[in-house]
């Protein structure tokens, strides 16, 4: 479903990553692992074109991201395009970034409305389902500001899943919250996984890896390190560089 084709970003002088290539699978779960600074955010930001690859491409199914081929080269497609293809492709933030002047009701509703064309009571009936899924009935006219941050993750899921995307992918969506949080926001994942979205989770719960894994890949400065099943990946890495990363987290 997603190709990841010999990714390479550079900021400046600065290349953080360096040649990536990874194949995620439809319904599969892909989570990735590495210390702060391997290019995790980098390389999930370069799937939805947040980052253009300074080389490389990112497909979904038979379709580049952002960009096109024009002439034996490859050239950025027009903005509506862009915002057209990121439809199908939901994200989810460390800092959940709801829109804070908008309930959490109108946060859902507004991309379906306004880059679907989504008519308003369909969207409002998809966004209270979503709501009811992730366990927030009945906070439909609440502001982001007066729910925890573990309630203000799970909109901002369903937020993502209102667009009925094709792929999630997912920034450390619990390493912002009060530890008390953290389960409501992995179950609703769980709960995602096991009705086969396509998902790439960026994470440092390796129990949560452990369980709902199909693949672990572990990242380091800016290269996959290692890559197989979470079995293989958490309890016995072959590399040493993911071998020290466990160590010191777990
Ligand atoms: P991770 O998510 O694994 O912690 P990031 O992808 O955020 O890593 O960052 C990888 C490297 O890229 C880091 O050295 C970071 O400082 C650098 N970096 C990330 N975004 C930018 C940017 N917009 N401009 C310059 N450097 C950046
Ligand atoms: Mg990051």
Same mark, same amino acid.
């Given at each position: 479903?997603?190709?990841?084709?010999?990714?390479?970003?550079?900021?400046?002088?600065?290349?953080?990553?360096?040649?990536?290539?990874?194949?995620?699978?439809?319904?599969?779960?892909?989570?990735?692992?590495?210390?702060?600074?391997?290019?995790?955010?980098?390389?999930?930001?370069?799937?939805?074109?947040?980052?253009?690859?300074?080389?490389?491409?990112?497909?979904?199914?038979?379709?580049?991201?952002?960009?096109?081929?024009?002439?034996?080269?490859?050239?950025?497609?027009?903005?509506?395009?862009?915002?057209?293809?990121?439809?199908?492709?939901?994200?989810?933030?460390?800092?959940?970034?709801?829109?804070?002047?908008?309930?959490?009701?109108?946060? %859902? #509703? /507004?991309?379906?409305?306004? &880059?679907?064309?989504?008519?308003?009571?369909?969207? !409002?009936?998809?966004? +209270?389902? *979503?709501?009811?899924?992730?366990?927030?009935?009945?906070?439909?006219?609440?502001?982001?500001?007066?729910?925890?941050?573990?309630?203000?993750?799970?909109?901002?899921?369903?937020?993502?899943?209102?667009?009925?995307?094709?792929?999630?992918?997912?920034?450390?969506?619990?390493?912002?919250?009060?530890?008390?949080?953290?389960?409501?926001?992995?179950?609703?994942?769980?709960?995602?996984?096991?009705?086969?979205?396509?998902?790439?989770?960026?994470?440092?719960?390796?129990?949560?890896?452990?369980?709902?894994?199909?693949?672990?890949?572990?990242?380091?400065?800016?290269? %996959? #390190? /290692?890559?197989?099943?979470? &079995?293989?990946?958490?309890?016995?890495?072959?590399? !040493?560089?993911?071998? +020290?990363? *466990?160590?010191?987290?777990?």
């Amino acid at each position: 479903m997603i190709r990841i084709q010999s990714v390479s970003k550079n900021f400046g002088p600065l290349e953080v990553l360096h040649g990536v290539d990874l194949e995620v699978f439809r319904g599969e779960v892909v989570c990735v692992i590495g210390p702060s600074g391997s290019g995790k955010s980098t390389l999930l930001r370069c799937i939805n074109h947040l980052e253009a690859p300074t080389a490389g491409v990112v497909w979904l199914g038979d379709e580049s991201i952002g960009v096109r081929e024009s002439r034996g080269q490859l050239v950025e497609i027009p903005p509506a395009e862009l915002a057209r293809q990121r439809t199908e492709i939901g994200m989810v933030f460390q800092s959940f970034n709801l829109f804070g002047h908008m309930t959490v009701l109108e946060n %859902i #509703i /507004e991309a379906p409305i306004q &880059v679907m064309g989504t008519p308003r009571a369909e969207a !409002e009936t998809h966004a +209270r389902q *979503l709501l009811e899924w992730v366990r927030l009935e009945g906070k439909e006219s609440t502001y982001p500001r007066q729910l925890s941050g573990g309630q203000q993750q799970r909109a901002a899921i369903a937020r993502a899943l209102a667009m009925r995307p094709r792929v999630m992918l997912f920034d450390e969506p619990t390493s912002a919250l009060d530890p008390e949080t953290v389960g409501e926001v992995l179950s609703v994942m769980r709960r995602l996984a096991s009705e086969g979205l396509t998902m790439i989770v960026v994470t440092h719960e390796i129990e949560f890896a452990r369980e709902v894994a199909d693949r672990v890949v572990f990242m380091d400065d800016g290269r %996959i #390190i /290692e890559m197989g099943s979470a &079995v293989q990946v958490l309890d016995d890495p072959r590399e !040493e560089r993911t071998q +020290r990363f *466990l160590s010191r987290i777990l």
